[in-house]
Nanobody
Framework: VQLVQSGGGLVQPGGSLRLSCQIS????????MAWYRQAPGKERDLVAS???????YYLDPVKGQFIVSRDNANNWGYLQMNSLKPEDAAVYFC????????????????WGQGSAVTVSS
């Protein structure tokens, strides 16, 4: 299983970006698709997630600002980021998890390669 991310870059404050995460073919949609971010010198934090029932979670600071979505038929995940602020700058990581695929006693999970988001004028 491989994840390929795209969509990061430089944006001015107040701008928007959409991150995408493509899961390699040949596997059914994961139970959970999530986005994490890690700023320099800080821990990796969960920003948003969406499960197979389309139940979503958002970190409080991004509620109403970010939108997480998924395309199960094509195994894509998305994070729409609006009204970006300098404090949103970080490397964003896609994460997926399958509860029913067990590898070495643990649910299968994979990370994307990371997408750098810079918010600056």
């Amino acid at each position: 299983v491989q994840l390929v991310q795209s969509g990061g870059g430089l944006v001015q404050p107040g701008g928007s970006l959409r991150l995408s995460c493509q899961i390699s073919t040949g596997i059914f949609a994961p139970n959970t698709m999530a986005w994490y971010r890690q700023a320099p010198g800080k821990e990796r934090d969960l920003v948003a997630s969406i499960d197979s029932s389309d139940t979503t979670y958002y970190l409080d600071p991004v509620k109403g600002q970010f939108i997480v979505s998924r395309d199960n038929a094509n195994n894509w995940g998305y994070l729409q980021m609006n009204s970006l602020k300098p404090e949103d700058a970080a490397v964003y990581f896609c994460h997926v998890r399958w509860e029913t695929i067990i590898v070495d006693g643990r649910p299968l999970e994979e990370w994307g390669q990371g997408s750098a988001v810079t918010v600056s004028s």
